[in-house]
């Protein structure tokens, strides 16, 4: 049986199986009929099946994977990620809610992990550029996450209909944050530009720099606001 498990072992790590010779030569010093080698062979080929279809089935997938992804390091290692994860049947995935229910906080995360493509799929059907994805995925991922959490111990709950709106109240509130901060900065944009306009116009007229005062007076803007876009300014 040792022997029989590190052969196992270097087919596992050899991602093939070993062949007849490798198989005997290693046998060599342990007394076996030839009937017993060919068993422990059809075992050793038997066994490397479900890895080299579970390898076939990854490289598919990463075939399927969309080419608007985003190229950062961070996405490329959740793609990896992704790609290692053997998606349950629907049958195991209501065992696993089953425990769930019954109070089991040891499938979380193994539900979490279910629900990382089902996560990727959701952000997908958003309009955004690459890099809001990115943002957007990890967003889901915790809304996903916690609502597991919360389900914990709960019996009478559509889980997929929540899980699917958690993970879509999540990116929707990213979205409208992202969105509030870009109108702030597209705002302050036209502000210090106006600024800068300001400082031009007013110089050639008084042949000098303008004073905060003046610049308020001709901007209405506030003072303070003004010492903000000029502190920003010389930063840049």
């Given at each position: 049986m040792e022997a029989l498990q590190e052969l196992k072992k270097r087919t596992q790590n050899k991602k093939t199986v070993l062949s007849k010779k490798e198989v005997d030569d290693y046998l060599k010093n342990?007394?076996?009929?030839?009937?017993?080698?060919?068993?422990?062979?059809?075992?050793?080929?038997?066994?490397?099946?479900?890895?080299?279809?579970?390898?076939?089935?990854?490289?598919?997938?990463?075939?399927?994977?969309?080419?608007?992804?985003?190229?950062?390091?961070?996405?490329?290692?959740?793609?990896?990620d992704l790609q290692r994860i053997v998606p349950c049947t629907e049958q195991e995935e209501k065992i696993l809610f089953e425990r769930l229910a019954s109070g089991d906080r040891t499938v979380i995360h193994e539900l979490s992990d279910q629900w990382l493509p089902k996560i990727l799929e959701i952000v997908r059907s958003y309009e955004m550029e690459a890099k809001e994805m990115e943002d957007a995925v990890q967003e889901a991922n915790m809304g996903v996450f916690l609502a597991l959490d919360s389900m914990l111990g709960n019996k009478k709950m559509?889980?997929?209909?929540?899980?699917?709106?958690?993970?879509?109240d999540a990116v929707e509130t990213y979205l409208s944050a992202s969105a509030a901060v870009k109108d702030m900065d597209d705002s302050l944009i036209a502000k210090a530009t106006l600024v800068y306009e300001a400082q031009k116009y007013l110089a050639e007229e008084f042949l000098r720099m303008p004073t905060i005062a003046e610049l308020s007076q001709y901007t209405k803007l506030p003072v303070y606001e003004l010492e903000n876009i000029l502190a920003m300014a010389k930063e840049e």
């Open positions: 342990i007394n076996l009929t030839d009937e017993q080698k060919e068993l422990v062979y059809q075992y050793l080929t038997e066994s490397a099946v479900p890895g080299r279809e579970r390898q076939e089935e990854q490289q598919i997938r990463k075939k399927d994977m969309p080419a608007d992804l985003p190229k950062t390091v961070f996405f490329q290692m959740y793609l990896k559509n889980y997929y209909e929540q899980l699917q709106k958690a993970a879509k």
